[in-house]
Every structure is written in C-alpha cells, then in structure tokens.
C-alpha cells in the first residue's frame, strides 16, 4: 500500500507522464532515457510496442527506482496487466475502463489509471476502485472541460491523455488535473533521432507544469 501511494506521489509531483510508443524496442528505450534526463521519471511504455513488457524490464535494470517510474500504457485487459506487473510495472494505464483489470491492480496494489470520457464512466470507475481518470481523448474536450468535470465531482483525480501541448499545458494543470499524459508532443523529436530534442522537450514540459502550479 506505501508503495502504491508513493507512486502516486512521485507522479503527480512531477505532473507529466512520458507515453512511449515506438516500433521497436531499442527507440523505447533511447525515448524513455532522453525523458528521464529531461526531468520526466514517469515513462508509459505502451503494450503496442513490441516486446513491451521486456523494454519494461530492460528499463528497470538501467534505472533506479530513484531515477525511474515505469508503468504500461494500452493495457486492454487484466491478462495484459499481470503481464506488465511481473515485468516490472509500478503502474497501469487503460484507453477505457476494464473492471476485471482494476480489480487485479487492486489485488496487487499497483495504481490503475482509467480511460473515461463521461461523468458517468468516471462514476463507475471510481466506484470499482480507480485511483486516477484519465481523460482520454483529451484533443476532444480540451482544459476547459476539467472545471465542468470537477463541479459535480470535485473528488476525482485526472490526467488528460492526447491534445496535451505545450501551449496549453498550464491551462489544464491550472483547471484541476493532478498530471498529463503526453506522446508525440513530448517525444516527436524521435522521429528523426534527435534524442536531445526529447530532452529538450521533456524540460520545457515539466517547467510549464510548475510555472502552473505557481500561479
């Protein structure tokens, strides 16, 4: 149970989660290292990328717990779940909500993340355990949202996932959410191999949050 509230702490204390999708798991790894050195210890290996759960644990062992706070993205089932855990997974990130999957994550203790676009989703997420919404896709709602989210359920804990940028980074962790998740925004610079630029990315994103949580 310390665990899991300290990974929860560890992520809402540096307010960005690093999505990770690539096509093989040597990129994974070079994207989630220039994320770490750009301050961004939360990487979401996601399971559409190949061998997702050996990248997990290939980070794991080139990382300290210090350093480090992996966790699996795209997790469509509780099956897919356990596989990412045994791996090595500190958290689980879904595009939906999946009761049997929850239901795992509590059983173990590890933080569960749910996809949810409705007030009603959410209720129910909730309900069945979740300890944080991810609102997803963000790109469909956008920072304005949160606050009509947060009047009749002031209680929930979101992370928009998608539509999060650095222009409009501040607004969303201004209106109430507890962190954001961001891919390609964050992690373009991959594209070309231009690793640095990740970094780049990753420190301007994390300055963006705090500036947030300052105002």
């Known amino acids: 149970m310390i665990e899991k509230i300290e ?24 994207i989630s290292k220039a994320c770490i050195e750009g301050g961004i210890p939360a990487i979401e290996v996601t399971f559409t990328v190949p061998g997702a759960d050996k990248v997990i644990t290939s980070l794991k062992e080139k990382f300290s717990e210090d350093e480090l706070i992996v966790g699996a993205g795209t997790v ?38 749910a996809g949810c676009m409705t007030i009603t989703e959410m209720i129910r997420a909730l309900e ?12 469909a709602f956008g920072p304005k949202i949160v606050k009509d989210i ?12 998608g539509g999060v940028n650095l222009e409009n980074v501040g607004d969303w962790i201004k209106n109430g959410c507890i962190a954001v998740g961001v891919g390609g ?31």
Do not use: H, W
Request: aromatic share 6%; glycine share 6%.
């Open 76 to 113: 469509l089932d509780s099956e897919t779940a356990r596989v990412a855990i045994l791996a090595g997974a500190k958290y689980i990130v879904s595009p939906g909500f999946d009761l049997e999957t929850v239901k795992l994550c509590n059983r173990y203790q590890v933080p569960y993340m």
């Open 150 to 161: 947060k009047a009749p359920l002031p209680q929930v804990p979101i992370m928009p996932t």
């Open 7 to 30: 990974t929860l702490r560890k992520i809402t204390e540096v307010g960005v989660v690093a999505v990770v999708r690539a096509e093989n798991s040597e990129t994974a790894e070079k």
């Open 185 to 215: 925004k964050l992690t373009g610079g991959a594209k070309t191999g231009n690793y640095d630029e990740v970094t780049k990315t990753a420190k301007l994103f994390v300055e963006k949050v705090r500036e947030a949580r300052n105002q």
């Open 128 to 139: 069945a355990g979740t300890d944080v919404i991810k609102l997803f896709p963000g790109s």
